[in-house]
């Protein structure tokens, strides 16, 4: 007698119900990747401050950087920008270093899962090469800005891991706001307000 198959997907708050392995993007929920997003910890919640900070705080800290250093960006850009960790809603943020040690299929089920967001979205399944590079910049400026500001490295470890991202094109008064950990529903209601203000422009 064959092995049942393993349960392989989540009931959302929603009522979706997303397959992890084979997800569709009819499955996909704005509010839902809000909601998962504003509770998932960055850094493994090794930061300071009275909140977790969050990857839906840290995703649209991505999309300010990218904002700033790539003035012509496009709306489309930026919620590509917005959602660029968006599989994490159901997948939880793994630390690079614990992801490159699992090896396995785990991205290709994360990119799965990236793809159906894009494509609820009425996004290309996949980015530009473009802006993939622009958008992994953005990201490591975030990582750096974070890293010093909130998980504790020195800012020459920081540098040897992420680079070191320079501050032109912020209002800093406006980053200083960005970098303080929001409490869970100021980050939810906030990624959901950013997205809904971004594709309005398209």
Known sequence: MAQKDKRAWQRMLSGRRL?????????????????????????????????????????????????????????????????????????????????????GNYKEIEDRILEAIHVRFSLAPSRSTKLSRNLKRADKHAAFFEAVNLAGFEADEAKRLFGEPGLAGFDLVGFERLIRPWPTREAQERFVETFNQTAAGI
């Open 19 to 103: 397959d992890l392995l084979n997800p569709s993007p009819l499955d996909v929920e704005l509010s839902d990747i809000a909601h998962g997003l504003a509770r998932v910890s960055r850094w493994n919640g090794q930061t300071i401050g009275d909140y977790p900070f969050s990857v839906a705080q840290h995703s649209i800290l991505v999309f300010e950087v990218l904002k700033a250093t790539v003035p012509d960006c496009k709306s489309t850009d930026l919620l590509y920008a917005l959602l660029h960790d968006g599989a994490e809603y159901v997948m939880g943020d793994i630390i690079s270093p614990f992801k490159a040690a699992m090896g």
